[in-house]
């Protein structure tokens, strides 16, 4: 199915609000990247090797990644050549429709693992500052919305704040924290949020954890012994390992997702503050050089802000300036 067609799909059975939120949360990005796109178009009306590098350009400068580009260029110059592409008004459809395959593999597990019945624990790790805390409240308030029943853990004993942080999270959409005093074990903190939670009889666990100790080899380690505890009360949990990365911060949420995902079994990625870079072409670098699938993204300040992530809603939002009808209907 072309991506017209998943689109228009998509616009039937999901609310129209959603597709606007992409549309407008990517707005920084679609000014400075399909506008070039366009104007590109608009330069050069034959496909060729000038045409081709300068494309390179703009997506390098939107944070996609030297190898994604490569690899991404070389598909467009097969496809190019396979559908003997001369004009490059019909290549921009190519583009969209390789942006969204680049964002999706056939095998990716996108939806969150929540357990029917039983206890789902989800982990969240990154370093500080960028916004794993608000992601957790935002996600509490996202399952509480869907009918679930949602506690928080205060696994982040070590910066100053996190636990005060984390409770405000709590107290805004009415989630109770479980938390010991500054600087106390973890581990300790989320053994007792699992022991409350499974005798509460509570559907998902939310355990925030330290976005940076004296060196990466603590760190990790202090994850591992996390996950040990967990593992031990609840066979196969964590359900879910997310790792949380500043879109703002271009490659180096690219590298800190690289350290992560080696270092522990991380299951997807939430990306925050898309909306406040222009570089969110970082999404595409991410997603297939670390073969990790992208969960939810955040796309405002406020609680509701946080939406699990759509290839196709994020390549529209990319390019809904200048792609509005399906070129096979035209063509009919």
């Given at each position: 199915m072309s991506f017209f067609k998943r689109m228009k799909e998509k616009f039937?059975?999901?609310?129209?609000?959603?597709?606007?939120?992409?549309?407008?949360?990517?707005?920084?990005?679609?000014?400075?990247?399909?506008?070039?796109?366009?104007?590109?178009?608009k330069n050069y009306r034959t496909v060729d090797e000038e045409f081709f590098e300068e494309l390179e350009e703009i997506l390098i400068e939107a944070d996609v990644g030297v190898t994604t580009v490569?690899?991404?260029?070389?598909?467009?110059?097969?496809?190019?050549?396979?559908?003997?592409?001369?004009?490059?008004?019909?290549?921009?459809?190519?583009?969209?429709?390789?942006?969204?395959?680049?964002?999706?593999?056939?095998?990716?597990?996108?939806a969150l693992n929540v357990k029917e019945g039983e206890?789902?624990?989800?982990?969240?790790?990154?370093?500080?500052?960028?916004?794993?805390?608000?992601?957790?409240?935002?996600?509490a308030h996202k399952l509480k919305q869907e009918g679930k029943s949602v506690m928080m853990a205060a696994g982040d004993t070590f910066r100053a704040g996190a636990i005060d942080q984390l409770q405000v999270w709590g107290d805004r959409v009415g989630v109770d924290v479980v938390k010991h005093s500054e600087g106390s074990?973890?581990?300790?903190?989320?053994?007792?949020?699992?022991?409350?939670?499974?005798?509460?009889?509570?559907?998902?666990?939310?355990c925030d954890t330290a976005g940076r100790l004296q060196n990466k080899v603590n760190l990790m380690n202090e994850l591992e012994k996390i996950k040990r505890v967990i593992g031990r009360e609840i066979p196969?949990?964590?359900?879910?390992?997310?790792?949380?990365?500043?879109?703002?911060?271009?490659?180096?949420?690219?590298?800190?997702?690289?350290?992560?995902?080696?270092?522990?079994?991380?299951?997807?990625?939430?990306?925050?503050?898309?909306?406040?870079?222009?570089?969110?072409?970082?999404?595409?670098?991410?997603?297939?050089?670390?073969?990790?699938?992208?969960?939810f993204v955040g796309l405002g300040e406020k609680v509701e802000d946080l939406y699990e992530f759509d290839p196709d809603q994020f390549v529209y939002g990319l390019f809904s300036n200048v792609l509005y009808e399906d070129p096979e209907e035209d063509s009919q």
């Open positions: 039937t059975t999901q609310s129209e609000s959603v597709t606007e939120k992409f549309k407008e949360g990517l707005s920084k990005t679609r000014n400075s990247f399909s506008n070039r796109v366009n104007e590109l178009i490569m690899d991404l260029i070389d598909e467009l110059k097969d496809e190019a050549k396979r559908q003997n592409i001369k004009d490059t008004e019909k290549l921009q459809v190519v583009i969209s429709e390789k942006l969204a395959e680049f964002l999706q593999k056939e095998d990716d597990n996108v206890l789902t624990v989800i982990l969240f790790v990154g370093v500080n500052g960028v916004g794993k805390t608000t992601s957790i409240g935002k996600l074990d973890p581990a300790a903190v989320v053994y007792d949020a699992v022991k409350s939670a499974k005798s509460r009889g509570v559907d998902v666990l939310l196969g949990a964590p359900h879910e390992v997310l790792l949380v990365v500043d879109a703002t911060t271009g490659q180096n949420a690219m590298s800190q997702a690289k350290t992560f995902s080696q270092a522990t079994d991380v299951t997807g990625l939430v990306l925050t503050k898309l909306d406040g870079t222009a570089k969110g072409g970082i999404v595409l670098a991410i997603r297939h050089e670390l073969d990790l699938p992208v969960k």
